[in-house]
């Protein structure tokens, strides 16, 4: 199963410390890239793809609230399809399943084999299960829209789609234990536990919220608090025990790799796993404060979100001291640039949220905007900028050609940055404002609502900002998927190691 | 609702389970024992430690950093004039 890697005979003079792929008898890197290939390139395709979907989506979502009359029929023909009520869950599943997860497993994929040190093994089968996953997305997404999505958020897909998506997730995760299985590392990284980690809890989470919800196969659904209960264990669960541990552990690989230098404290970072793992789980239910359901229930949960702090400064101070004297390089590097970015804002929103656990914040935030600006802030700030940055290190690797355009790089990068803030900006303001007149019983609901349009106009713009920063970022992705392969020297593409 | 307690109780035991034999592994098999060479465990002849290894395209990183480096030379230079 695995064999010797840290060894004396593998060092050379340029190379301070041994490697773990030793140049006689094993892999190199650079075929795990090539075997890796069309499988992620699939997954990142279709995972633009739905990234515009899904801003296209988000921005009309946005822009009805406050113009609802906007695009609600034409020429005597009614657009119900596209009422409020169904592209909101459409923008949010799309944006979660397609992009986000789709993006996600791609990265997860590349991350495994070559934390494995081994090429892709069964890279049709990888294949067929991105294939199916999108058929599912597709069908889930037309569902939504036609009327037929559930009505439980994050699982608003219909049981059609869910079934489609719950084989991939399957596939994905047998396949990843038989890759964990076959790796040739004696040691295990960081990264690697995160994603074997997200990879097993998903598709439990995943499965376990159809059954107990949706009931595909019995005829018991929970219902009344429990029903609410399950609901956000699972919703809160998908942002942290499969976002967050894909994101961080793309985090822990890049920033590293593409500054030269280890991680500062590999102390550090198994405690910001390990507890990120034991507290993580029960966090959910502080989505439920001041509801119908056992105090106990919800005190536990805000003693868990507020306990999150550990694994967030372990990561945060980690991070921020292996990047210290490096900061310069992030200038000359687009991929740190985004995943910098991505941890700087995953530290925001996780501080963020456990500050919102507390009732005493909660009772202001709960049921405005300021919650989806810390919903942006998270998937987007952090989850969506790392996994930008992942795509701009490993797509050159894949396709044998350096990005065509620093220009458009940078264009993509301020846009969404400048975007993202901007949002998060308006919402955290607006939804403040909101909560605190909401509690005021002087100020009736319209005259609130009123006062919230326009930092909703904000928000549209933000989104706007956002939709253009996706559209360039989709015009280079696809350039380079089918201009011919120009090649090209650079550490982007092994010219280093011949000249050694 | 006995099979909503059988799904719910029977989870709790299996990731519960789970989580304790993978620390249990780790323990054993000294995943927690070298931790400095572990850290370095990414980089390799291929990709070497303490270089840069993604630019932006077409940029040549050692001039760029030169150039930096003189322009913050003069910059000191001019506050010294001053």
């Known amino acids: 199963m695995s064999s010797a890697t840290f060894t004396s005979e593998d060092t050379d003079k340029t190379v301070v410390n041994s490697s773990a792929f030793p140049s006689e008898g094993k892999v190199t890197r650079q075929e795990i890239d090539a075997s890796c290939g069309i499988p992620v390139l699939v997954f990142y395709t279709t995972a633009v793809i739905w990234l515009l979907v899904g801003s296209l989506l988000g921005f009309l979502a946005s822009f009805k609230m406050h113009d609802p009359q906007t695009l609600t029929g034409l020429f005597g023909i009614d657009f119900g399809w596209l009422n409020f009520g169904r592209i909101r869950p459409a923008h949010l599943n799309v944006v979660g399943y397609g992009w986000a997860n789709i993006a996600g497993v791609g990265t997860a994929i590349w991350l495994m084999a070559r934390l494995s040190g081994t090429t892709l093994r069964y890279p049709l089968l990888v294949t067929a299960a991105g294939v199916l996953y999108n058929i599912g997305v597709l069908s889930g997404t037309i569902g939504i829209l036609i009327g037929q999505g559930n009505s439980i958020e994050w699982l608003e897909f219909p049981p059609y789609a869910t079934f ?45 919220a159809q059954i107990l919800l949706l009931d595909p196969l019995w005829s018991e659904p929970a219902s009344g608090a429990v029903q609410g209960i399950v609901n956000w264990w699972y919703g809160h669960n998908a942002l942290g025990l499969w976002f967050t541990p894909i994101g961080l552990a793309t985090a822990y690989y890049m920033i590293p790799k593409v500054i030269g230098r280890p991680v500062h404290s590999y102390h550090l970072s198994f405690i910001g796993f390990w ?184 928000r549209s713009l933000s989104g706007a900002m956002l939709t253009i920063a996706h559209l360039v970022f989709a015009f280079h992705f696809m350039l380079m998927i089918f201009s011919p392969v120009t090649g090209g020297k650079g550490p982007m593409l092994f010219a280093k190691p011949e000249t050694k | 609702m006995i099979v909503f307690y059988c799904i719910v109780f029977g989870m709790i035991t299996f990731i519960g389970g789970s989580a304790l034999y993978a620390f249990y592994w780790a323990a054993t098999t000294g995943q927690f024992a070298d931790f400095e060479n572990s850290a370095e465990s990414i980089f390799g002849d291929d990709e070497p430690l303490g270089e840069v290894s993604d630019v932006y395209p077409g940029m040549n990183l050692e001039e760029e950093l030169a150039r930096a480096e003189a322009k913050r030379a003069e910059a000191k230079k001019g506050n010294i004039t001053k």
């Open chain 1, 275 to 458: 507890t990120l793992a034991f507290f993580y789980a029960w966090n959910g239910a502080h989505h439920l404060i001041g509801g119908p359901v056992p105090a106990w229930i919800v005190t536990a949960s805000v003693v868990a979100s507020v306990m999150m702090v550990i694994p967030v400064c372990t990561v945060a101070i980690n991070h921020h001291i292996t990047m210290k004297g490096h900061f310069h390089l992030l200038k000359y590097s687009p991929t740190l640039r985004f995943v910098v970015f991505g941890a700087m804002a995953y530290t925001l929103t996780s501080l963020q949220g456990s500050m919102m656990a507390v009732p005493y914040i909660n009772k202001t935030t709960h049921f405005t905007h300021y919650t989806v600006g810390h919903a942006h802030i998270g998937l987007y700030g952090f989850f969506t900028m790392v996994m930008f940055g992942a795509m701009y290190y490993i797509v050159p690797r894949l396709v044998g050609s350096e990005w065509k355009s620093a220009r458009l790089i940078n264009i993509h990068f301020w846009l969404s940055a400048a975007g993202i803030l901007l949002m998060f900006g308006v919402l955290t303001l607006g939804g403040w404002i909101q909560g605190v007149l909401l509690n005021d019983a002087s100020w009736n609901f319209s005259e609130i609502t009123q006062i919230t349009i326009p930092w909703l106009r904000g």
């Open chain 1, 164 to 208: 489609m998506i719950f084989l991939a997730y399957a596939i994905i995760g047998i396949w990843a234990v038989d890759m964990f299985m076959n790796r040739t590392t004696k040691h295990v990284y960081v990264s690697q536990w995160y994603l074997m980690a997200g990879f097993f809890w998903f598709p439990w989470l995943y499965g376990t």
